[in-house]
């Protein structure tokens, strides 16, 4: 006798939630590489920081899309 498992719940939030894991390393990668460029460099700290903040802007708005996105376009 075989068991199955059922899938309760909405899938795009099991989707979103695979999904955010990109972003998330990409700011964990943006931050670490920033504070490493900081400490070999510091004189370079207010360029650092702008482009470290920039590119964590960009990183997390591709969070924040697929977060909107179900919203936008629902299922039919």
Do not use: H
Request: proline share 5%.
């Amino acid at each position: 006798m075989s068991v199955l498992a059922e899938v309760v719940g909405n899938l795009g939030a099991i989707g979103y939630g695979l999904a955010a894991i990109g972003p998330g390393i990409g700011v964990g990668i943006i931050f670490g590489q920033g504070v490493q460029a900081i400490a070999r460099q510091p004189e370079a700290y207010g360029l650092i920081r702008q482009n470290m903040l920039l590119g964590f802007v960009l990183t997390e708005a591709l969070a924040l899309i697929g977060l909107v996105a179900p919203f936008i376009y629902p299922k039919a």
